[in-house]
């Protein structure tokens, strides 16, 4: 499969974020886009178990956008609900936003992430290569007695038929930070997830862009180049108390 065959309409309609242990996604509806595109580049073909399936288009362009969040279990044909209000401060090429959820006993909390979202230009439609987001874990319900200060836990979605085994890479200035094992795949593509330590955090936050790298099911290796500016300012209002 080519990114060519990952519809707006079918990709983008469900991008699943699970943050503080709320399942939330993104419509592809109302985006608000910027112009400061990260570069996609095809390095050459690495080995990998050979596909039959079309060699991947080229990749053009990328535009970074943030999306309103709604209900994920709506399948995509269903007539979206009312989405709820999304509080949304913008940080140079990062996005932090906020939705209101209510707790089992009934508190209403808010549910926080910094995201960032690629895409290229296929077919006249955009299509989402790349989503990361990073939000704060929830309390270990497990754990009494004791304050238990959060971590941070990195999502990134990427579209499907990746060679899982080789898992999603960062690297910033040509430095390996993380190599992240895939969780799981589903409709919306392929789901990685990495608690993020200080050493990847202070890779991260002084950056000035990063790159991400996946292989397809053909041996093609893919770089997404993604920029870090405004994450360190987002990731400080992310990790603020409660109240501030």
């Not at 535009?63 to 995509?76: F, G, M």
């Not at 230009?121 to 704060?136: E, F, H, M, P, S």
């Amino acid at each position: 499969m080519a990114y060519a065959n990952l519809t707006k309409r079918a990709f983008s309609a469900l991008v699943t974020i699970t943050i503080l242990g709320y399942s939330v996604a993104y419509s592809s509806e109302g985006f608000a886009q910027d112009a400061t595109p990260p570069e996609v580049t095809e390095p050459a073909a690495a080995q990998a178990p050979a596909s039959t399936e079309t060699a991947t288009p080229q990749l053009p362009a990328v535009a970074e956008t943030t999306q309103p969040l709604q209900q994920v279990e709506a399948p995509i044909e269903a007539s979206a609900p009312t989405a709820p209000d999304i509080r949304t401060t913008k940080f140079d090429d990062w996005y932090y936003r906020c939705v209101d959820t209510k707790e089992s006993d009934g508190k209403v909390v808010a549910a926080c992430e910094v995201a960032q979202i690629s895409q290229v230009k296929q077919n006249d439609q955009d299509v989402n290569v790349l989503t990361l987001a990073i939000a704060k874990t929830a309390p270990d319900p497990v754990v009494k007695g004791k304050e238990q200060k959060p971590e941070l836990l990195l999502t990134v979605l990427v579209p499907l038929n990746v060679f899982l085994p080789v898992g999603f890479g960062i690297t910033v200035s040509d430095k390996p930070v993380m190599q992240v094992a895939y969780r799981n795949c589903n409709q919306a593509g392929c789901w990685a997830q990495q608690k993020l330590d200080a050493k990847m955090l202070t890779a991260l936050q002084k950056g000035a862009e990063a790159t991400g790298s996946l292989r397809l099911l053909n041996g093609q290796n893919i770089n997404i180049k993604f920029s870090l500016k405004g994450l360190s300012a987002a990731l400080s209002e992310l990790q603020k108390p409660a109240g501030n």
